[in-house]
């Protein structure tokens, strides 16, 4: 799964955002500057990087609709 850092910009990509993070696959910031803090502590910490990998992967492990749909209803 591809492990997410993410700004969300508008109102209809909250939703999401906050469900793939409360799944631990993206990481959500306020403001894109915020980002460059967060590469440099995945670099330096790895099996953080590969657990939102792993976790991406579950969300997305069918590709199908309903799986994406389910998470975002939790």
Do not use: W
């Amino acid at each position: 799964g591809l492990p997410t850092l993410m700004v969300i910009l508008e109102k209809n990509q909250k939703d999401i955002g906050q469900a793939l993070e409360r799944e631990r696959a993206a990481i959500l910031f306020g403001e894109a500057c915020d980002i460059k803090k967060e590469i440099n502590t995945l670099c330096q910490h790895p099996e953080k990087l590969d657990a939102m990998s792993l976790a991406a992967t579950k969300i997305t492990e069918n590709s199908s609709l309903e799986t994406v749909v389910k998470y975002m209803e939790q």
